[in-house]
């Protein structure tokens, strides 16, 4: 068992404790009818780009809506490859633009003393200005 694996099911396990320690406001039928664990994205996706000191960095993304964009790609084409390559598209495209990287790191990576242990775990793409120019002109 991977240790991914041992976490997901220490999780679940927990899950299910919780849900036996009834809520005031919510029977058990309920919890379990609204709440699903997400399948985890058989990927990893990052940026790759050289910083202003002239070194080239990779960058891998934790942002949780790089995941759903995945999985709502996937669930209309039922193609793993065709949804790879939609997200590298809208990510690419997006990177064409002005973005901001919203960088976090982990417990685990600070551990292993890596010389780079920052992670994406947002992008932020503003919008243009013509944009916001047309949503103002009354």
Known sequence: MTKFQEKLKKQKNKY????????????EHEMSETFRF???VP???SYIFTTEDGKQRTLMIEDWETGMLYR???QNCHNEKTACQKVREKYLNMAKE???LFLG???EWHMKNAPDPYLIIGVFAP????AIQTMLDF
Do not use: G, R
């Open 16 to 27: 299910k404790a919780e849900l036996l320690q009834m809520n005031l406001f919510e029977d």
């Open 38 to 40: 997400a399948e985890k």
């Open 43 to 45: 990927y990893k996706f």
């Open 72 to 74: 709502k790609i996937f």
């Open 98 to 100: 002005n973005i901001y």
């Open 105 to 107: 790191t982990s417990f």
């Open 127 to 130: 919008p243009k200005k013509d």
